[in-house]
């Protein structure tokens, strides 16, 4: 069982940045972060994957590329959504999820353990 919390949503003008948190209870091989605009799919933003003990490695959309950055604390056990430069269009609720499994995927069906998501709102 892993339970997630996410944190740190809020409006913000655009060209601001906003931190969003993650903590996660439980082990888990690999954690995302999702977002999901009215009317649209849920996409993947970015992913951690364990690559041994608390050693992880990070992946991006590559729409997103130096947008987003996304990093783990295994101290606080929680992982974080660096958002800097954000637009009208970053506006979403956000979801962090995990799985056991390791392996790079942002296909939402990969991941069985969901948090409640988070709203961002970019204005202009």
């Known amino acids: 069982q892993v339970v997630l919390v996410e944190s740190g949503g809020g409006s913000v003008q655009s060209g601001g940045s906003l931190r969003l948190s993650c903590k996660v209870s439980g082990y888990f091989g690999r954690s995302a972060w999702f977002r999901q605009a009215p009317g649209k799919e849920r996409e993947g933003v970015a992913g951690?994957?364990?690559?041994?003990?608390?050693?992880?490695?990070?992946y991006y959309a590559d729409s997103l590329k130096g947008e987003f950055t996304i990093s783990w604390s295994s101290i606080y056990n929680t992982m974080y959504l660096q958002m800097r430069g954000l637009k009208p269009e970053d506006t979403a609720v956000y979801y962090c999820?995990?799985?056991?499994?390791?392996?790079?995927?942002?296909?939402?069906?990969?991941?069985?353990?969901w948090g409640q998501g988070t709203q961002v709102t970019v204005s202009s």
């Open positions: 999820a995990a799985d056991l499994p390791t392996g790079r995927t942002f296909r939402a069906s990969d991941y069985q353990y």
């Open positions: 951690i994957i364990r690559i041994g003990g608390e050693t992880f490695s990070t």
